[in-house]
């Protein structure tokens, strides 16, 4: 027993010689490939940064759903407030759409075949409120609530969208936009309240500011730019910045006053 025991023992320690060996050469590669990567020249500059609003705020106000017994009993339930002014603890300001306005960019290409971006009627409220997207690339719009809502919109260089979508056994409605426009407004006829805002761009470099107010626009070639902002309530302001390869650059707009 003692020799079959001095075997095993021997064997196992050369399998944990073996696998410390592989496990030392995986790291080896691994370093030598993350030098590689490294070591590649940048091609292009990137662009992050903060919306903010210092004016005055306003109250958190209640949406008043009226006239439908689904959506009265669903803000009963969540207590949903309005979203035209949404501003942080410090100022950070949401659903913001920056954008290059102009700049050394290739303009023009859809992104036909590009991922869907989804518009929900959900809680009888689009969500999200603002999107933004490429040039032919699809738009989603379904209703999650079991109630009648409608898709209404008048853009000035799309074509006129009004679909009624009367809740979730109706299929998902999907749309393309060939032409850049900002913003176009979409409504609901059934329920007044009710409100989104589309971007829609001939290129990749956009983005719509989150929660905290930040943004980050990526890829983007050296020159020099003309970065915009537009926000529903507060409308656009506008920046220039040069940017050279391989730089990570911050920049910050500020809304003082609603208009």
């Known amino acids: 027993m003692k020799v079959r025991h001095t075997f095993w023992g021997k064997r196992e320690d050369a399998r944990a010689r073996v696998s410390n060996w592989l496990t030392a050469a995986l790291t080896l590669l691994s370093l030598i490939a993350s030098s590689f990567v490294c070591a590649q020249p ?7 940064g903060m919306v903010r609003y210092t004016g005055p705020r306003p109250s958190p106000t209640l949406i008043e759903m009226r006239g439908d017994k689904f959506c009265a009993q669903r803000q009963r339930e969540r207590r949903l407030l309005r979203e035209e002014l949404v501003v942080g603890p410090q100022g950070e300001l949401a ?28 809680d009888c409220i689009f969500v ?15 209703n999650e609530d079991r109630t009648l809502h409608t898709v209404n919109a008048r853009p000035k260089k799309n074509p006129r969208l009004l679909r009624p979508l009367h809740g979730p056994e109706d299929s998902p409605f999907t749309v393309t936009f060939s032409s850049a426009e900002l913003p176009i407004t979409l409504r609901c006829d059934v329920q007044p309240w009710m409100i989104a805002y589309i971007g829609v761009f001939d290129h990749p470099h956009y983005a719509v500011t989150r929660e905290d107010g930040s943004f980050e626009l990526g890829n983007l070639p050296e020159g020099d730019y003309t ?33």
């Open 95 to 122: 659903n913001a759409i920056v954008y290059v306005e102009d700049g050394p960019i290739a303009r023009g290409r859809g992104a036909e075949g590009a991922q869907a971006i989804d518009l929900t009627m959900r």
């Open 227 to 259: 970065i915009a902002v537009w926000h529903e309530k507060l409308g656009q302001l506008r920046e220039s910045i040069g940017l050279r390869v391989g730089e990570r650059r911050s920049l910050q707009f500020t809304y003082e006053l609603v208009k």
């Open 42 to 48: 940048a091609t292009t500059a990137s662009l992050w």
């Open 128 to 142: 999200p409120r603002v999107v933004a997207l490429r040039t032919g690339q699809p738009l989603r719009l379904w």
